[in-house]
Structure formats: structure tokens, C-alpha cells
């Protein structure tokens, strides 16, 4: 669903959090923008965050949109905002035309933090 939606713009997905994990330890390019599920079988989106934040080869962490067919408060509770460069919640099914939106500001914000640390 989600290549499509960003038809214009490059994408890779995968299966689980391990494997986007793996892809950080290889890639030369890092991804921009995260979107993941909260709720994953092998590794919840809050951990996954973390590894992402603490991870030693990424210098400038990817935005991360978080979706989740719960209630947003139930997730808001919880210590998510592990990535330095923007975080957002996106209630699933996402209504595309705000989704996009909150996907431009966060990668917005991102740019302007890393302009400000670099």
C-alpha cells in the first residue's frame, strides 16, 4: 500500500523490525522517514525506535511516523519519541490526505534539525 502512495518517491519495505535493523547496518544511505506499525510480532515500535536511536552507524536518525489501530492515547502514554529528528502518530486507517501531510512536515522538521546540528 505504502510504495504506492509514495509513488514518486523511492521506498523499501520489510517484513519485520529485525530486517529494517539489518538494512541500517548495511546501507550507506540511511532512510529519512521510518513508517511502521506500533504493534509488530518480533519487535514493538517503541523498541525498534530505541535500536534506531541508539544505533552507532546513524548519525542522523530517520523521522519516524508510528501507526496504530489503537487509540492514540494508549500509545502516547508509552516513551516512544526515541528519534531525535521528528516523531508523529497516525491512527490506522489513515484518511492519505492528512497522512501525507504529517509525512511532509516530519521530513520538514527533520531537514531543519539536521541543517541545525550540522
Do not use: W
Request: glycine share 4%.
Amino acid at each position: 500500500m505504502l510504495p504506492r502512495f509514495f509513488r514518486d518517491i523511492p521506498t523499501e519495505t520489510f517484513a519485520s523490525a529485525e530486517e529494517v535493523l539489518d538494512h541500517l547496518e548495511t546501507t550507506q544511505i540511511p532512510p529519512d522517514l521510518l513508517v511502521t506499525d506500533i504493534n509488530m510480532p518480533d519487535m514493538d515500535g517503541d523498541a525498534l525506535a530505541e535500536k534506531i536511536a541508539q544505533h552507532p552507524s546513524i548519525k542522523h536518525p530517520p523521522a519516524i511516523l508510528a501507526m496504530s489501530g489503537r487509540p492514540l492515547e494508549e500509545e502516547a502514554e508509552k516513551t516512544f519519541k526515541k528519534s531525535s529528528t521528528g516523531f508523529e502518530f497516525v491512527k490506522k486507517p489513515p484518511d492519505f490526505g492528512s497522512f501525507y501531510d504529517t509525512c511532509a512536515d516530519l521530513l520538514k522538521k527533520r531537514n531543519e534539525k539536521i541543517s541545525q546540528l550540522d
